[in-house]
């Protein structure tokens, strides 16, 4: 995995600490609504695992995920940044939208990367 500054590595974690909170924020509110839930089960899954992984690279902390946990998790967060790109290039230069979007984009790449590591090994 390329180098990371320890700057970059704090931010990454922290972006895929918020949008996992989102998406159970998210989470309960469809439950209650008796909404379809399946596709935010499955986001939320992808974000705690590349989460996990960014964990055991950088901190050494264990995962009990195995191959195709990291193959799914790896094709849902591969799936999602396309429309957060997309969401990134409509967003105003220097809001702090755009801040979260660029620091939430690098967190993803860098979850993926992790885990094709890992997963060549």
Partial sequence: MENVSNANK??????????????????SQ??????????????LNAINIGLAILENVWNQRPHH???EDLAEARHVLTGLLPS???????SKAGSP???LLERRIKALE??????????NT
Wanted: aromatic fraction near 4%.
């Fill in 97 to 99: 939208q755009r801040t």
């Fill in 30 to 43: 469809m439950t209650q609504k008796r909404a379809n839930t399946t596709l935010v089960k499955k986001r």
């Fill in 110 to 119: 860098l979850a993926i990367q992790a885990i094709d590591d890992l997963s």
């Fill in 65 to 67: 995920y195995t191959k």
């Fill in 84 to 90: 957060i790109e997309k969401s990134y290039t409509n």
């Fill in 10 to 27: 704090l931010e990454s974690i922290k972006s895929l600490q918020s949008t996992s909170t989102k998406l159970e924020n998210a989470l």
